[in-house]
């Protein structure tokens, strides 16, 4: 796969990071160079925001890719549409299924070395995030640090 720069995206269409967010990518910026693989993987990102600014962090590595996970079809449809040249240039990869692949799938055999998302509001929820990207980290050959998450608290 060949890579290209970073292609400006259309940022009209995206919201403002909203302050859960802004927590999220600050994080994000601090842990960042945890590493230093390509990848980083975005999870559930419902408005393009994080996906779009995890995008703007690894612009500054050649062959770096954002790896955006959402369960849903229709929101994959949509960060489609609103980062169409980042996905035409390979540096965003997005579930291609009628229905996305579980996460664990979907992440296997990427270098990612940070995951951004939005912690669930319920326990149970976040019990099955934290199994699902314990098994990305194994497989990665990674480990899982608890006093570095990029995420906040979606409440």
């Given at each position: 796969?060949?890579?290209?720069?970073?292609?400006?995206?259309?940022?009209?269409?995206?919201?403002?990071?909203?302050?859960?967010?802004?927590?999220?990518?600050?994080?994000?910026?601090e842990h960042g160079e945890i590493g230093r693989p390509c990848d980083m993987l975005v999870i559930g990102d419902t408005t393009g925001v994080l996906t779009a600014e995890a995008l703007e962090l690894l612009s500054d590595r050649p062959?770096?890719?954002?790896?955006?996970?959402?369960?849903?079809r229709a929101e994959t449809d949509a960060l489609a549409a609103l980062l169409p040249g980042s996905l035409e240039a390979g540096r965003?990869?997005?579930?291609?299924?009628?229905?996305?692949?579980?996460?664990?799938?979907?992440?296997?055999?990427?270098?990612?070395?940070?995951?951004?998302?939005?912690?669930?509001?319920?326990?149970a929820a976040l019990e099955d995030l934290a199994r699902r990207?314990?098994?990305?980290?194994?497989?990665a050959g990674g480990t899982t640090s608890p006093s570095s998450p990029a995420a906040a608290s979606s409440t």
């Amino acid at each position: 796969m060949t890579s290209t720069a970073a292609q400006p995206e259309p940022t009209d269409e995206l919201p403002a990071p909203d302050q859960t967010e802004r927590v999220i990518l600050r994080a994000a910026q601090e842990h960042g160079e945890i590493g230093r693989p390509c990848d980083m993987l975005v999870i559930g990102d419902t408005t393009g925001v994080l996906t779009a600014e995890a995008l703007e962090l690894l612009s500054d590595r050649p062959g770096a890719r954002v790896l955006s996970w959402t369960s849903s079809r229709a929101e994959t449809d949509a960060l489609a549409a609103l980062l169409p040249g980042s996905l035409e240039a390979g540096r965003l990869v997005l579930p291609t299924d009628a229905e996305p692949a579980p996460l664990e799938e979907f992440a296997a055999g990427a270098e990612a070395h940070l995951a951004l998302a939005r912690l669930p509001k319920s326990l149970a929820a976040l019990e099955d995030l934290a199994r699902r990207l314990a098994v990305v980290a194994e497989r990665a050959g990674g480990t899982t640090s608890p006093s570095s998450p990029a995420a906040a608290s979606s409440t």
